[in-house]
């Protein structure tokens, strides 16, 4: 998560969708840089609009706009099993022995997902269907209109 204090703009790390690159990029010119742990790092919207909304506007005056990334759900997922795909992965967590099919069938499956497809949601991420949490959402794959 990144805060541009004059901006009055805040850039939430949405889960594999280059907010690192995008941190080592922009880090810079923000006031305020969250890289670790990541739990704050990837602060959610519904988090974000909880906590750091109401200090932040107190703070400045005003309220801070929120931006945002989300990259399409199959490429999302696709990026969480090649993750899964690392040598240095917990077993409980490794994808190295499954197709992405099955991958993506044990995310979608109904009911406790197995730790190794226990990646979150980007809905969940980025806010509930009817409420606004998000002011300035990008498509990943359009990284030039973010910019």
Do not use: N
């Not at 990144?2 to 995008?22: D, G």
């Amino acid at each position: 998560m990144m805060v541009f204090w004059q901006e009055r703009l805040a850039f939430l790390a949405t889960p594999k969708t280059a907010s690192t690159a995008i941190e080592s990029a922009l880090g810079a010119l923000a006031a305020v840089v969250i890289q670790r742990p990541k739990v704050l790092k990837h602060t959610d919207a519904a988090r974000f609009a909880a906590h750091w909304q109401p200090y932040l506007t107190q703070s400045a005056g005003d309220r801070f706009e929120v931006a945002a990334l989300m990259r399409e759900p199959r490429d999302w997922l696709g990026s969480w099993y090649r993750d899964g795909q690392r040598e240095d992965v917990e077993p409980a967590k490794s994808t190295r022995s499954m197709s992405f099919d099955d991958f993506v069938r044990a995310y979608c499956a109904p009911g406790p997902r197995p730790a190794f497809a226990d990646v979150g949601s980007q809905v969940g991420f980025l806010g509930r269907p009817g409420e606004t949490r998000v002011d300035h959402l990008f498509r990943y794959d359009d990284l030039t209109g973010f910019v």
